[in-house]
């Protein structure tokens, strides 16, 4: 059974309220953008290590369905202000609260989806709280020290770092949506909703922006991180025109097409098909990788493919190594090859 409680801004969390690993609610765009269910997944299976609770943290307006989504995908406490004022996300009062509640509450592990708002709320309330950020990471694992071990890209993507933070609380870290993989929804999960009062104005800033208005921006159905196959093609595609047919092996296959920074670079393709460091995590049945070396910048974001198929005229590019399936041919004509058998048999 779900319990709810409020409590004022003022009171003193209990024992149990004290060191857990929170997951702060980031639900602009849901039901497209997962980061939040994502990491309150991958908190629990970090909690089984530590003992502690996993609690999502959300500010802002009518946010009941968030609070339950929150629930049935695993968060046992959940700590909601709620209030007009809130309703547009802003950085510096949703700061702000946030260093005020961690302050106080002192959870062990604070973690924030590195979306585009996660981004900029992130380092301030890491600064706020005098406690180190590991940004856009791509691992999280409980040491034998029960320590955070944030995996991320370092020295310009050349390696991946572990990282901990032994002598400051909370052990920060943004985290890349992609990366984890959210639980079920589950109606019967219960948890705690803790409504905690919005402090007296007098102790809020002053807010320095003010939104006049918001417009939803439509997105294509489909996204590249949620995929079950994905057609994804380098510099060794050739050209634009080239390129352009992984586009139709994707709509053959029902997949959607990613890129290398190269490629998007180009402009054979957009910014939003980059697969990378830069760009997205992907985790697809199938990958179909035509053209690339196979630099880690690239990989470390594919490496949870389920199986790879990689064209390269190169036996030896990093690419072809991780491969399930390695094709030593001209990109090019393999994938236009690929795509007239799909059409035959599509036809018979
Ligand atoms: C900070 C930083 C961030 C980065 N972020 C990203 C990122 O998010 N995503 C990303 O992709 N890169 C990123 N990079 C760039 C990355 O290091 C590589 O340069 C890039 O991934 C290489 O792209 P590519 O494989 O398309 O091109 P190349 O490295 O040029 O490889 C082309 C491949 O195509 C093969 N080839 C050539 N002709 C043919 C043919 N006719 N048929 C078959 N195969 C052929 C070649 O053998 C080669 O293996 C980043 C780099 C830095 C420094």
């Known amino acids: 059974m779900t319990t709810t409680r409020s409590k004022p801004d003022t009171d003193m969390p209990s024992s149990k309220e004290k060191n857990n690993i929170w997951v702060f609610g980031d639900y602009r765009n849901y039901f497209r953008n997962r980061v939040t269910l994502q990491l309150i997944s991958r908190a629990r299976e970090l909690a089984e290590k530590t003992g502690a609770k996993v609690c999502a943290v959300?500010?802002?307006?009518?946010?009941?369905?968030?609070?339950?989504?929150?629930?049935?995908?695993g968060a046992q406490i959940v700590y909601v202000m709620d209030d007009p004022s809130l309703k547009s996300y802003n950085v510096e009062s949703y700061v702000h609260l946030m260093a005020d509640l961690a302050g106080k509450y002192m959870p062990d592990i604070l973690l924030i989806g590195a979306t585009s708002f996660g981004r900029e709320f992130a380092p301030r309330v890491a600064?706020?709280?005098?406690?180190?950020?590991?940004?856009?990471?791509?691992?999280?694992?409980i040491n034998d020290e029960k320590l955070l071990v944030q995996t991320a890209p370092a020295f310009g993507g050349n390696l991946l770092a572990k990282i901990i933070t032994p002598n400051h609380k909370p052990q920060m870290a943004t985290v890349r949506p992609g990366t984890f993989t959210e639980q079920p929804h589950d109606d019967t999960c219960t948890g705690e909703i803790v409504r905690v009062l919005l402090p007296e104005s007098d102790n809020m800033?002053?807010?320095?922006?003010?939104?006049?208005?918001?417009?939803?921006?439509?997105?294509?159905?489909k996204k590249l991180e949620d995929?079950?196959?994905v057609v994804c093609g380098g510099r060794g595609m050739g050209s634009k025109k080239k390129f352009k047919k992984l586009f139709d092996l994707a709509r053959l296959t029902d997949g959607e097409t990613g890129a290398t920074r190269p490629v998007v670079y180009a402009r054979w393709a957009g910014h939003e098909t980059l697969v990378g460091q830069a760009g997205k995590n992907i985790r697809p049945q199938i990958l179909f990788s035509f053209g690339i070396s196979g630099a880690i910048q690239h990989t470390a974001a594919v490496n949870d493919s389920d199986f790879i198929i990689a064209v390269n005229k190169n036996p030896n590019a990093a690419m072809m190594k991780i491969a399930d399936?390695?094709?030593?041919?001209?990109?090019?004509q393999f994938c236009s090859a690929l795509?007239?058998?799909?059409?035959?048999?599509l036809r018979d």
């Open 227 to 229: 995929a079950a196959v």
């Open 127 to 141: 600064k706020r709280l005098s406690t180190g950020l590991t940004a856009d990471c791509v691992g999280l694992e």
């Open 205 to 221: 800033p002053k807010n320095r922006i003010r939104v006049i208005s918001s417009e939803y921006q439509p997105q294509r159905d």
């Open 58 to 73: 959300v500010f802002g307006h009518d946010l009941d369905e968030y609070v339950n989504e929150y629930i049935a995908h």
């Open 339 to 345: 795509i007239r058998e799909l059409r035959k048999r």
């Open 325 to 332: 399936v390695a094709i030593v041919a001209d990109a090019n």
